[in-house]
T-cell receptor
Framework: QQQVKQSPQSLIVQKGGISIINCAYE??????FPWYQQFPGKGPALLIAIRPDVSEKKEGRFTISFNKSAKQFSLHIMDSQPGDSATYFC???????????FGAGTRLTVKP | ETGVTQSPTHLIKTRGQQVTLRCSSQ?????VSWYQQALGQGPQFIFQYYREEENGRGNFPPRFSGLQFPNYSSELNVNALELDDSALYLC??????????FGPGTRLTVT
């Protein structure tokens, strides 16, 4: 019962380029939107998160853009590096609910 | 600060058997959530424990059960294993209202 749709499924970017991953949701009760990075054989690592009262949040090379009216949010990775090659998951959680809903993931490859 | 740890790393079981997976939460976190991640998919929420009580459950059958201990560590138990239970099982710890921090997972293979 996927409530968060993520695209693209895979992405190839040249070193130094911008990687953009998009997510869309239906449940307007979602109020917390994190992004996770997962390397093979490891658990997901929290990268950055946003709440719907702001439209953008930046931490280092990672930026979340949030469009509440369109029910969409995206992750931008600036100056992408080969070390950023991993699978990225968007997620969303409803206030008062402990069920974090994850997207299907985007496999990012950054070519040197 | 100690991160989330899980044991064992890998496990192979036979269909119909029972399995127990363990998780130690990150220092200062009192909430533990368990997820199942099938190959090539995002994690699926199994349940969450807060102050030793189940505090939310996803769409998983009752043969998936859990415990949380006074030190906030947790166990996931799966009875009557099925082939489709083969997956990476992730534990995440958090404090209320904060982000979840995941452990490295336990890779369960059911044959």
């Amino acid at each position: 019962q996927q409530q968060v749709k993520q695209s693209p499924q895979s992405l190839i970017v040249q070193k130094g380029g911008i990687s953009i991953i998009n997510c869309a949701y239906e449940n307007t009760a979602f109020d917390y939107f994190p992004w996770y990075q997962q390397f093979p054989g490891k658990g997901p690592a929290l990268l950055i998160a946003i709440r719907p009262d702001v439209s953008e949040k930046k931490e280092g090379r990672f930026t979340i853009s949030f469009n509440k009216s369109a029910k969409q949010f995206s992750l931008h990775i600036m100056d992408s590096q080969p070390g950023d090659s991993a699978t990225y998951f968007c997620a969303a959680r409803e206030w008062g609910n402990n069920d974090m809903r994850f997207g299907a993931g985007t496999r990012l490859t950054v070519k040197p | 600060e100690t991160g989330v740890t899980q044991s064992p790393t890998h496990l192979i079981k036979t269909r119909g058997q029972q399995v127990t997976l363990r998780c130690s939460s990150q220092s200062g976190h009192n909430t533990v959530s368990w997820y199942q991640q099938a190959l090539g998919q995002g994690p699926q929420f199994i349940f969450q424990y807060y102050r030793e009580e189940e505090n939310g459950r996803g769409n998983f059958p009752p043969r998936f059960s859990g415990l949380q201990f006074p030190n906030y560590s947790s166990e996931l138990n799966v009875n009557a294993l099925e082939l489709d239970d083969s997956a990476l099982y992730l534990c995440a710890s958090s404090s209320p209202g904060q982000g979840q921090y995941f452990g490295p997972g336990t890779r369960l293979t059911v044959t």
